[in-house]
């Protein structure tokens, strides 16, 4: 029985660093679309643009994703407010 426990909790624990190893690569490919549609590059241009940004700023590819996504939200955000100002 706790052979079995202890398997199972050592399942639990991969399946639970699966699944931040997806989510990290889901941000990272959202980060890439965003390079590809904003800056007209290919997954590839893309993909190694992050990589020099992290290896620069000696980060993991998921972090300078992840503020890369905080940044276009922020666009995104003040998109109508920007907008607004440069009408008045």
């Not at 959202?30 to 000696?58: D, F, I, Y």
């Not at 922020?74 to 009408?87: F, I, K, M, V």
């Amino acid at each position: 029985m706790r052979q079995q426990a202890r398997e199972l909790e050592q399942l639990s624990g991969q399946l639970a660093s699966l699944k931040d190893t997806l989510e990290e690569r889901q941000l990272i490919d959202k980060a890439k679309s965003v390079l590809m549609t904003h800056r007209q590059m290919n997954e590839e241009q893309a993909w190694h643009c992050l990589r020099k940004m992290a290896m620069e700023k000696n980060q993991r590819m998921v972090e300078i994703a992840r503020a890369l996504l905080a940044v276009k939200a922020l666009w995104q955000h003040d998109a109508p407010t920007s907008l607004h100002n440069e009408r008045a």
